[in-house]
């Protein structure tokens, strides 16, 4: 695995992942969605997940889990997630420095996720109060929604002319992230383990810098540009 230097020089902007990076929502998430599976008489989330796409986000493989119900299973999801997130979601040890730290550092933070807006904003509410990011963007708001790189290029636009790995980078925590920043021309950065398998190439991993957890990544981070 790689590990290249992480100095800022011609750094503008960070993009962070929310799910499983910059929120830890995943326990929130099965809990959810386990709930909606027993209420339909259905095997759990462990057994059904096997159904999905990987290139779709988890609110559009309703679709495929559930066919021509599934705005009316993913209302059934989104009424128990919010009343069970805000006790369960969690902020990772080590992302509140890191965003801080880029901001004294005067680089540009964004999110992008397939989430859906109004699951993000509050959830960021109540993680982040007192982080401001210099853009959101969820799912559906782009052209396309990761993996493709079309969401972090709507993301930067006006802060970056032209991505390279040199002056955007993408931090996220799966394939579907790394997959997004490379076809974007940015540069992959990895966070943590992911929450769904989803196999990649050699030739893939070869190309990523992988962080055991945001302690890690801050560290090396703050370590290479305490002086600037």
């Not at 503008?12 to 929130?28: K, Q």
């Not at 079309?150 to 006006?158: C, F, M, P, S």
């Not at 579907?176 to 950065?189: N, P, Q, V, Y």
Request: glycine share 4%; proline share 4%; net charge negative.
């Amino acid at each position: 695995m790689q590990r290249q230097s992480l100095n800022v020089s011609g750094l503008l902007v960070v993009a962070f992942d929310w799910d499983n990076t910059l929120a830890l929502t995943r326990e929130a998430l099965v809990r959810a969605i386990n709930e909606v599976l027993h209420q339909q008489q259905m095997p759990n989330w462990e057994v059904v997940k096997q159904q999905r796409n990987p290139d779709l986000s988890f609110r559009d493989n309703f679709a495929v889990i559930f066919g021509d119900r599934a705005e009316e299973m993913y209302a059934k999801y989104r009424e128990i997630y919010l009343q069970i997130a805000p006790q369960i979601v969690k902020v990772p040890d080590g992302a509140t420095k890191t965003l801080k730290l880029l901001n004294d550092l005067q680089i540009k933070t964004v999110i992008v996720s397939n989430k859906e807006r109004e699951l993000l904003l509050r959830e960021k509410d109540y993680l982040y109060p007192l982080i401001e990011f210099d853009r959101i963007v969820c799912g559906h708001e782009a052209p396309r929604d990761k993996p493709h790189g079309e969401q972090l290029i709507y993301a930067v636009q006006g802060m970056v002319d032209v991505i390279n790995p040199q002056n955007v980078w993408l931090v996220g925590d799966s394939p579907m992230d790394s997959r997004c920043a490379l076809s974007a021309g940015a540069r992959a950065i990895r966070v943590g383990q992911p929450i769904w398998n989803s196999a990649e190439s050699e030739s893939e991993a070869a190309t990523i810098d992988y962080f055991a957890d945001f302690g890690e990544f801050y560290r090396a981070l703050e370590a290479e540009n305490h002086d600037n």
